[in-house]
């Protein structure tokens, strides 16, 4: 923003620029996008009990069935919190769906206490973990549509891809190739 002043002193202009404060690339870097990135590594956690394939070599069947349910356990919570942070933003057909997500993350919520059993025995202190293969599968397939289906209120309300009247997808991988 071009502002000008009179100085009273002689009548003379005096001109200067000043931009509005803007915290909007930090914020969807910082409250969106590392949500997004956390939210595809709990995915493979919740499926597999690690995030690479060699990381599970000195993991026994608890421990990677406790990294499973860890996983899961985060999807939702960062998936809430990613929520938090753009419905605010969202068009209202976009909070329609924020609403949809919040009503189907509280369903799974009510069942997460029954996707596992822990048990130990007194004696020997040996430890099984019981996972409820199918309710896990249905809360993590819930899950996983709601963070595949979430980046489309995002886009629309801009958070994704800036919105313009077209694409110039030169420019894009240009700026890709750059590091722009």
């Known amino acids: 923003m071009v502002f000008k002043k009179k100085d009273n002193n002689d009548g003379a202009l005096i001109s200067g620029e000043t931009e509005a404060w803007n915290v909007a690339e930090g914020f969807v870097k910082l409250k969106i996008l590392r949500l997004l990135i956390q939210l595809d590594r709990y995915e493979i956690i919740a499926q597999f009990g690690t995030e690479e394939m060699d990381q599970d070599l000195g993991l026994n069947e608890i421990d990677i069935a406790k990294k499973r349910i860890e996983g899961l356990q985060r999807f939702v919570a960062t998936l809430k919190?990613?929520?938090?942070?753009?419905?605010?933003?969202?068009?209202?057909?976009?909070?329609?769906?924020?609403?949809?997500?919040?009503?189907?993350?509280?369903?799974?919520?009510?069942?997460?206490?029954?996707?596992?059993?822990?048990?130990?025995?007194?004696?020997?202190?040996?430890?099984?973990?019981?996972?409820?293969?199918?309710?896990?599968?249905?809360?993590?397939?819930?899950?996983?549509?709601?963070?595949?289906?979430?980046?489309?209120?995002?886009?629309?309300?801009?958070?994704?891809?800036?919105?313009?009247?077209?694409?110039?997808?030169d420019k894009m991988m240009d700026d890709y190739i750059h590091g722009g």
Request: hydrophobic share 35%.
């Open 81 to 169: 919190q990613l929520i938090g942070n753009v419905q605010f933003a969202l068009k209202k057909d976009g909070i329609k769906s924020i609403k949809n997500y919040k009503e189907r993350i509280k369903e799974v919520e009510n069942v997460m206490d029954g996707i596992f059993e822990y048990q130990e025995n007194q004696v020997t202190h040996d430890q099984t973990i019981n996972i409820n293969d199918n309710l896990f599968r249905k809360c993590f397939t819930i899950l996983k549509q709601i963070k595949d289906e979430i980046n489309t209120p995002m886009n629309k309300a801009g958070l994704i891809f800036k919105e313009s009247d077209g694409l110039d997808l």
